[in-house]
């Protein structure tokens, strides 16, 4: 998921918890990640890239990858999404190839993913360890900082829960897919990049509508 995306999803989240009562937050949540057709624009320059590099040379493979990627971009525009957006996935397989045009190797392709996994891991487990859960902090700031959440210990754990549901997710992926590296099984990590992508995101982010929503109610009431 590009970073536009990111911050998208964490601006829309709490609607998303408002709306979560009448309708399945699981499929909501991967409506806002791009939906079915948006994983399927994420995996195929992925597949793309494996597949040339074990027919071409890596140069190939990465300026094969590209291209499909810019193919995507200019359907997902004319299909109507906007130019931002649209561009983040071409962004995404541009530092990829770029680090595994520099490392020289395919798993290079993988390298900054597994590398945000871990940060991202770290964040959340030093937002335990303060008392200060990511998530919460997330929702305040939706609410303009007004709330001291902190102090109401439903809400606390709830958030608790939450960021320990997304740190275990970052922690699995750096794990599963750092070990994939070292063992230059850059098949195996096409699959788990995708397998633990959208659709584990999603799920993990059906905890976070939870706290979210358990928060609202409690505090804005």
Known sequence: ?????????LGDID?????????????QL??????????IYTAIPIIVFVTANALVALPVAIG?????????????????????QASGGLAGVLVAGGVAAWTGSAEGFFL???????????VMFLSLLA???????????????????RRDSPSLRGHDVATLALATLFTARY??????????ADGWLATAKIGMGTPLLALTLVVV????????????A
């Open 175 to 184: 794990v599963v897919q750092d070990r994939l590296y070292d063992a230059e």
């Open 15 to 27: 609607e998303t918890a408002r709306r979560a009562s009448t309708a399945d937050p699981t499929q």
């Open 1 to 9: 998921m590009s970073q536009p995306e990111t911050r998208q999803v």
């Open 112 to 122: 900054v993913g597994i590398w945000a996994s871990l940060v991202g891991a770290v």
């Open 64 to 84: 094969s990858a590209v291209a499909v990627a810019v193919g995507i971009m200019g359907l997902r525009i004319a299909y109507g999404e906007s130019v931002v």
């Open 209 to 220: 509508v939870w706290a979210f929503r358990r928060t609202t109610k409690r505090l804005t």
């Open 30 to 39: 991967i409506d806002q990640l791009g939906g079915r057709t948006g994983m």
């Open 131 to 149: 008392r200060r859960p990511l998530t919460g902090v997330v929702w305040n700031a939706l609410h303009g900082n007004k709330f001291d959440w």
